[in-house]
């Protein structure tokens, strides 16, 4: 989802340039070159790194369920959109009974973690899912899933929120009386029907930027808790 040099070419960081610069290799493109910059450079990333998180994205769970105590012992989690693993790896640790996760790529096991790899969005996905779960459903539907982005605004919020809503859609399905919704969407937040859907649905409805998520980013976060009722029969 190179080689590390400063300005100097010392291959260190310097006390004038503390951040690390990358050369242009001659088959990388720019865009690729500012984006491994910003990886090396990233607090969050060596942070990870260090605690052993299979990606900076763990923070952002982590940040969001600080915040609002989503992930209990004993519960069930789905995660939809799972590689490499952290969002999985933090509900593991905060002591969930069962979490279950889904992507199209492959992920690394972790201990207490069903792991299924196929499309979410492909037809049989949400039986797969409801069958790892078994019958007494989920306490939390977690997705941080997100379209290739095109660059056209428009295009882009329409693709994400196409996920949401098909997060959405599956949650209702599974989620427990209590049970809470965390979705990824970009600035502009959730679309009206959405989120009139869910603020029915749910006892409070917030749009969260966690820290941990860039500030240049145009991620957030509609998290929606205390599920009113087993929401679809």
Not at 169 to 186: M, S
Not at 217 to 226: F, P, R
């Amino acid at each position: 989802m190179s080689k590390k040099n400063s300005r100097g070419g010392s291959g260190r960081r310097s006390a004038r340039d503390p951040k690390q610069r990358v050369r242009t290799a001659r088959r990388r493109t720019a865009s690729s070159t500012r984006w491994l910059e910003r990886q090396l450079n990233d607090p969050y990333v060596r942070k990870a790194q260090l605690e052993g998180y299979r990606s900076r994205a763990a923070y952002k769970l982590r940040e969001m369920d600080e915040r609002l105590g989503l992930i209990k012992p004993g519960m069930t989690v789905v995660d939809l959109g799972s590689a490499p693993g952290g969002w999985s790896q933090v509900a593991a640790q905060k002591g969930a009974g069962r979490v279950v996760a889904i992507d199209l790529l492959p992920m690394d096991p972790l201990p207490g973690v069903t792991f299924l790899q196929m499309d979410f969005m492909d037809e049989g996905a949400p039986d797969a899912l409801l069958s790892a779960i078994g019958g007494e459903g989920a306490d939390v539907v977690l997705s941080d899933m997100a379209p290739n982005t095109t660059g056209h605004r428009n295009t882009d919020h329409l693709r994400i929120m196409a996920l949401a809503e098909a997060a959405y859609d599956f949650a209702a399905d599974v989620l427990k009386p209590g049970g809470a919704f965390v979705t990824k969407v970009f600035q502009g937040g959730t679309q009206s029907e959405l989120l009139q859907r869910l603020k029915k649905d749910f006892e409070k409805v917030r749009h969260i930027k966690p820290p941990a998520s860039r500030s240049d980013s145009s991620e957030q976060y509609v998290v929606a808790t205390g599920a009113r009722r087993k929401l679809l029969s």
